[in-house]
């Protein structure tokens, strides 16, 4: 049986390179450098779905709320028309956050081990409480970069397996935001790449000397049948769109 499909509204990518979108359910990493639009990829997915009817969540570790609000403004997107159906847990502050919120709950412990297990038991706790009470079907975290220095995982592939097993259990369609590894740590990123059921790669293509242009590529999409050659992406009057990358 044929899972239903998540649109990224991303004017020739969805039919023409996801032969009609995201599979339902799926975990994908969004990755790139500095500069590639990859956040507002992300919450441009879940805007434009909210305003369509799917609820989504957008996580935020890097930056807070506020300056999240009037960066997708400057895009032409506006927020206040999907408050409800899409809002932003800001988790900006990190650990110290993180703890404030375990210390509420009275989990923490004097052991480092237990106080990091509270510390990931509580981000889960609350994203569970949102999804029972918003109901959402598109989770973005912002990013898997940020949620890795503030849980400072120990054994990195046990914990990222689980963390990514525990996605799928949500039952929702995740964005994981992520920045590209530099080549020496290039293994270390393996992990989150092997376990992720979808990858869309962006990158900045030098075109002359003093010009660049954006590219995204669909590098894996479990159960579809993607076209991975490159595009170039666009944004224009508040609209993502892809052409051929023309070399």
């Known amino acids: 049986m044929a ?14 390179v996801l032969r009609g979108g995201i599979p339902q359910g799926h975990v994908i990493l969004i990755r790139g450098a500095s500069g590639t639009m990859k956040s507002s990829l992300a919450y441009y997915v879940l805007y434009h779905n909210a305003l369509a009817g799917v609820p989504g969540l957008y996580v935020t570790l890097e930056q807070s709320a506020g300056s999240l609000l009037e ?13 409800e159906a899409l809002p932003i847990l800001d988790l900006s502050r990190g650990r110290e956050h993180l703890e404030e919120m375990v210390a509420k709950v ?16 509580v981000l889960k706790g609350k994203i569970l409480e949102l999804r029972k009470k918003r109901n959402f079907e598109l989770l973005a975290l912002d990013s898997w970069d940020a949620l890795e220095l503030v849980l400072e995982f120990r054994d990195r592939r046990v914990e990222t397996f689980g963390f990514f097993e525990w996605l799928r259990d949500l039952g929702v369609t995740s964005l994981l935001i992520s920045e590209e590894p530099p080549l020496e740590g290039r293994t270390t990123a ?7 059921d979808g990858i869309l790669h962006l990158r900045l293509e030098p075109v002359t000397d003093v010009a660049y242009q954006r590219r995204v590529q669909c590098v894996k999409m479990r159960s579809v049948n993607q076209d991975s050659d490159d595009r170039t992406l666009l944004f224009e009057n508040g609209r ?5 990358a023309i070399g």
């Open 71 to 83: 960066h997708v403004a400057s895009l032409g997107l506006k927020a206040t028309s999907v408050s």
């Open 190 to 196: 393996l992990e989150e790449e092997f376990l992720a």
């Open 106 to 121: 009275g989990a923490m412990t004097e052991a480092t081990a237990s106080r990091d297990q509270a510390l990931l038991a």
């Open 3 to 16: 899972r239903a499909l998540v649109k990224t509204h991303i004017r020739g990518f969805d039919d023409d």
């Open 240 to 244: 993502f769109e892809v052409a051929r």
